[in-house]
């Protein structure tokens, strides 16, 4: 293990590649924001995830220098690179409320179904990271978003498109997979489409904004 200090903690991850640990989970978008403006030498590749960010290393490239200057950049909080407001866009989701769970997730929230549709357009979500699936993003609201327990037992079969919760993320299926999230709606928006030149919709960093579509 390569220490950082109390804030930053770095972990060998194989031969090629480290895992930063940032001491608060707040402080993930700013870790990631800063080591991508840096262009550090041997970094060829960043993947956040939840509280974690991977960091792949060049064949070529010193692990241990790599940790170096990775120690280097992130020793000053103060310093670190602002978080840009428009990292990678804006996406707006159109959805028709009419998941199956819809009515019990807003009697788990203690809202009617207005006032939870209301709580799920009338907020800004960011996507903090991609995984499951190719094109699954995990959204983080902008503003204090009550944890949704995930279903007791899981669903086989997801339909692709269904907006989904569970914990503090909310989040559209690109495609038909098994799923324990809570349905609340459904969306034709296209999450990972290879005939794009960016595959997936969104990236680590978009922001995303849901709109009610008419049913």
Known sequence: MISTGDEVEIRRAGDRALLLLPGRAELLAGMLATVRSAGVPGVT??????????????????????????R??????AAWAPVPDDEAGE???PVRYD????????????????????????????CRFVGFTAGFGYLESDQPW???PRRAQSRTA????????????SAVYPRRAPGGWQLIGTTDIAMWDLGRPQSALLAPGTRVRFVEADL
């Open 45 to 70: 590749d960043l993947l956040p995830a939840a509280e974690t960010l991977m960091i792949t290393i060049d064949a070529d490239a010193d692990q241990a220098e790599v940790a170096q200057d990775l």
């Open 99 to 126: 998941g199956v769970d819809l009515e019990e997730v807003a009697g788990l929230l203690g809202l009617g179904v207005p006032e939870l549709i209301a709580a799920h357009t009338g907020r800004v979500w960011r």
């Open 146 to 148: 009550q944890a949704v």
């Open 158 to 169: 997801v339909p692709a498109g269904s907006v989904g919760l569970a914990d503090r993320y």
């Open 72 to 77: 280097a950049l992130l020793a000053d909080l």
């Open 91 to 93: 996406v707006i989701i």
